[in-house]
């Protein structure tokens, strides 16, 4: 018995100091931007048809949304995303938005298209870029200029980005702020 409690207790300190490493997962602040490499698919973009990541937008805060393109909510808040970038660079903010779209929205990338004039990198089940981000549909990720997560907006806990409001659209321009922008 005091074999098995030792093993047991033994167990416990290993896997305590597995996940204690000191490393914020990647939807937490303070966690690095993840390293891949994407095919952009909007052709409005500077970088059309090249492949790339995030390391392409250090030296600005990065405003990285999750969409799937067959998602009507996704496409309406890029559609509002959009203007809202506008008004950003009209202004002067060192930001840029940048979005991955879902694998399983491969077939409906045109509605993203139709709708924003910001670069939309198709994820796929190769690279798994929204499992290496633990992120889901409509997710919003703020990174700094230096490629620091500094905001994680999870939709599906209620933290939502409304580009549409007065107010959404004030919070969501004092977090692109505070990060660096």
Same mark, same amino acid.
């Given at each position: 018995? /005091?074999?098995?409690?030792?093993? =047991?207790? #033994?167990?416990? /300190?290993? &896997? ?13 602040? #303070? ?5 891949? @490499? &994407?095919?952009?698919?909007? $052709?409005?973009?500077?970088?059309? #048809? ?5 390391? *392409?937008?250090?030296?600005? /805060? ?29 202004? #002067? ?6 979005? =991955? ?17 910001? $670069?939309? @990198?198709?994820?796929?089940? *190769? ?5 290496? &981000? ?7 990720? =703020? ?19 409304? $580009? ?7 919070? @969501?321009?004092?977090? =692109? ?5």
């Amino acid at each position: 018995m /005091v074999a098995r409690r030792s093993f =047991i207790s #033994g167990f416990g /300190v290993l &896997l305590a100091s597995a996940c204690a490493d000191g490393d914020p997962a990647q939807n937490e602040p #303070g966690a690095t931007a993840p390293s891949f @490499l &994407l095919e952009d698919f909007q $052709p409005k973009s500077p970088r059309f #048809g090249e492949a790339y990541g995030v390391e *392409e937008f250090r030296g600005s /805060v990065l405003l990285m949304p999750l969409f799937a393109a067959w998602c009507p909510d996704c496409v309406a808040c890029a559609l509002l995303l959009d203007g809202v970038y506008q008004e950003w660079l009209e202004e #002067g903010l060192n930001v840029r938005v940048m979005s =991955i779209n879902s694998d399983d929205g491969r077939s409906s990338r045109h509605k993203l298209v139709d709708v924003c004039s910001f $670069p939309l @990198l198709q994820d796929t089940a *190769e690279a798994n870029v929204w499992g290496q &981000l633990q992120g889901a549909r409509d997710d919003h990720y =703020i990174y700094t200029p230096t490629g620091v997560l500094d905001r994680f907006y999870d939709y599906g806990a209620g933290q939502r980005v409304d $580009p549409l409001s007065a107010p959404g659209k004030a919070a @969501l321009r004092d977090a =692109i702020l505070k990060a660096g922008a």
